[in-house]
C-alpha cells in the first residue's frame, strides 16, 4: 500500500509539473511541506513561503531582498503624537482571489482588516479556536495581543488601531506573516457552511498568486493572479514540489527539475558553484541556532546548571562539523549583523573539566536528560541530528548521558512548545524584522513562555529592559537595553547559542529577479525566466 501510495504521489506530481509546462512555470523544490495556508498560527518558514508570501498582503510589505518596509495594502499610514494610535489609510481597487470554492462580491475593504486581526484576540470569536491545535504564537509573542486596545472603522478605507500604550515595536511587526490580510467575506461563508476550518486549507487572499492545489507532502501549485492589484507576474505558474532530502534537491536541480533550491548541503556548496549551469547566492543570515534547556525542570531551572552545560559544548567543532565554512559561533542570542547586538558580550568558554566540576558543585551527579533534533534542515542548523550527536558526545565528557529523539515537523514545534517539555531542544529563528526585539522579546519574553519561548524562562530583571526598550523611541536608550538585556541573558544561561549561518541559494541560471531575502523569505513577486 505504501508503495502504491508513494506511485500515486510520484504520478500526481509528474502530471502537475508537465501540465503546466506550456505556460511559463517556476519550479521551487521546497524543503518540507507546510503547517497550513493560513499564515497568522503557524511559526514555521515553510509554512510562510507557501501561505502568506504567495498567496496574501500585509497593510506594510518589506521592500524585496531588503529589511526596509513599503506600502502595501495601506498606502500610507501615520501615528499620532502620544503614539497611541496608529491610522492606516487603505489601498483601493484591490481584488480577492477567485477560485472554485469562493467569487468574492466586493473589493478588500475596512472590515478585512479589523477580521484579520480581531480573530487572534478576541477568545469570544468562533475563529479564536477554528481548527485543531491552533495557536497565535506571534500575535501573543509580539506583544501585539496585548498592546492592541480596539481596532476602529473610521471608513471603508481607513482603519485606526488604538493601543493600550505607546510601542516602539509595533510597527515593525505589521509587515510580519502573521498579520497577513484575509477575506472577512470569505470566512462569513464558510461561518455560514459550518466548514470554518477551510480557511486553513482552501486559503482566498489578495496576493501575487492564487493558491491551486496541494498534494500533501509532494507538490503545490499557485497561478499568477491575473488581477493583481500591482500587475500579473512575469510567470504563469508556480509550483512547490516538495523535496525533503537535500541531496535529491541538488541532483534535481542539477538535472534541471527545479529552478531554485533552499538550504543545499554545505559540503555540496562548492560544486554547485563550479556549475557553469547554475547561480549561486550567498550572505550572511540574520539568524540565530541554538539549544534551550527547560528553565522550569530541574536541574535546567537552575543558571549554574545552565552555564555548567555550556561550557561543556565544543562550539567550534560543531561549526566545522555541521557547517563546513557556512557559519560561525554565536556568542549572543541576536545576530551581529543586528544594530541591537552587545559586541562586548564574552562568550561560553570551551571547558569541560570546569563543566565537570560545576555540576558537581551544583549538586548534579548521574544527570540523564534528552536533546531534541529536528527533522529538517533550517538556514540556521543544516544538521541538527549531526549536531546532537556532537552534544551528545561533549555532554557524555562531563557525566551526562544524552538521548535524542526527534518527530515529524509539525509535531516537533508543537511539542517543543510545551511548559512540560523534557530536556533541552535545538531551534533556532530567522529574523522576521530588522528590530531586535524580534529576537530579544519573541523568543525569550515572557509573553513567549508556552509559544515562541522555548526555554519556558521568564526572568524579570530581563523582561523589565525588554519592556522598557518597546515603550523608548530613542534608538541609542533602546540599544544601551538591549546590551544590558543580553549580559543578564548570558548570565542566566537559557540557552546554548550555537551559530549563525550564511544562507545559500542555488538556481538556474535561467532564473531572473529573484533577490536573496535577509529575513529567510522565499519570495517569487517579481521573478521571471528565461526560456
Request: proline letters at 6%; one cysteine or more.
Amino acid at each position: 500500500m505504501k508503495l502504491m501510495k508513494a506511485l500515486l504521489t510520484a504520478t500526481a506530481m509528474t502530471f502537475a509539473i508537465a501540465g503546466a509546462a506550456e505556460a511559463k512555470t517556476l519550479v521551487y523544490c521546497s524543503e518540507g511541506s507546510p503547517e497550513g495556508f493560513d499564515p497568522a498560527p503557524w511559526t514555521a518558514g515553510t509554512s510562510f513561503d507557501a501561505s502568506s508570501r504567495a498567496i496574501y498582503n500585509r497593510l506594510i510589505e518589506f521592500a524585496p531582498g531588503s529589511t526596509e518596509t513599503q506600502p502595501g495594502l495601506a498606502e500610507s499610514w501615520e501615528t499620532s503624537d502620544d503614539g497611541m494610535e496608529i491610522t492606516f489609510h487603505l489601498r483601493q481597487g484591490v481584488k480577492f482571489h477567485t477560485t472554485p470554492w469562493f467569487t468574492p462580491t466586493r473589493e478588500f475593504n475596512a472590515d478585512d482588516v479589523i477580521f484579520s486581526f480581531q480573530r487572534q484576540q478576541d477568545k469570544s470569536s468562533p475563529w479564536y479556536e477554528y481548527t485543531a491545535g491552533i495557536a497565535w504564537e506571534y500575535f501573543d509573542s509580539t506583544g501585539m495581543a496585548s498592546a492592541i486596545k480596539e481596532i476602529v472603522r473610521v471608513d471603508d478605507h481607513t482603519v485606526k488601531f488604538v493601543l493600550t500604550r505607546a510601542d516602539a515595536t509595533i510597527l515593525a511587526t505589521f509587515p510580519m506573516d502573521f498579520a497577513s490580510i484575509m477575506s472577512k467575506e470569505y470566512a462569513d461563508q464558510l461561518d455560514a457552511a459550518g466548514t470554518r476550518e477551510r480557511l486553513n486549507t482552501q486559503p482566498v487572499g489578495t496576493g501575487a498568486f492564487t493558491f491551486v492545489d496541494y498534494q500533501q507532502d509532494a507538490v503545490i501549485r499557485y497561478q499568477a493572479f491575473a488581477d493583481y492589484w500591482d500587475g500579473k507576474q512575469p510567470i504563469d505558474d508556480l509550483i512547490f514540489a516538495i523535496t525533503v532530502d537535500p541531496g535529491v534537491r541538488q541532483q534535481k536541480l542539477v538535472a534541471g527539475e527545479c529552478d531554485i533550491i533552499p538550504y543545499p548541503n554545505p559540503a555540496d556548496i562548492e560544486g554547485l558553484k563550479g556549475n557553469s549551469n547554475l547561480t549561486v547566492m550567498q550572505q550572511e543570515g540574520f539568524n540565530i541556532g541554538y539549544l534551550a534547556y527547560n528553565t522550569r525542570q530541574a536541574p535546567f531551572d537552575k543558571p549554574e546548571v545552565r552555564r555548567a552545560l555550556n561550557k561543556a559544548i565544543n562550539k567550534q567543532a560543531i561549526i566545522d562539523a555541521v557547517f563546513q565554512g557556512t557559519g560561525q559561533a554565536a556568542v549572543a542570542p541576536i545576530p551581529p549583523t543586528s544594530w541591537g547586538y552587545n559586541d562586548a558580550l564574552v562568550d561560553d568558554p570551551y571547558d569541560p573539566e570546569a563543566a565537570k566540576a560545576e555540576l558537581e558543585a551544583a549538586g548534579v551527579t548521574g544527570l540523564k536528560m534528552k536533546v531534541w533534533a529536528m527533522p529538517v534542515q533550517r538556514p540556521y542548523n543544516p544538521n541538527a541530528r549531526r549536531m546532537a550527536e556532537l552534544i551528545q558526545a561533549d555532554f557524555a565528557a562531563v557525566g551526562v548521558e544524552v538521548e535524542i529523539v526527534s518527530m515529524e515537523w509539525g509535531e516537533y514545534l508543537a511539542q517543543s512548545s510545551s511548559v512540560d517539555r523534557d530536556g533541552a531542544v535545538l531551534l533556532g529563528w530567522t529574523g522576521d524584522n530588522a528590530d531586535p526585539d524580534n529576537f530579544l522579546s519573541v523568543l525569550l519574553g515572557c509573553d513567549g513562555v508556552g509559544a515562541n519561548n522555548r526555554a519556558q524562562w521568564c526572568h524579570q530583571p530581563y523582561e523589565d529592559l525588554i519592556q522598557k526598550a518597546k515603550v523608548t523611541f530613542d534608538e541609542a536608550e533602546r540599544k544601551a537595553l538591549y546590551d544590558e538585556a543580553q549580559v543578564i541573558f548570558k548570565e542566566e544561561a537559557p540557552w546554548a547559542t550555537i551559530a549563525h549561518s550564511i544562507v545559500t541559494m542555488p538556481m538556474r541560471n535561467t532564473v531572473q529577479n529573484f533577490k536573496q531575502d535577509p529575513l529567510g523569505i522565499h519570495r517569487f513577486v517579481g521573478v521571471d525566466k528565461s526560456e
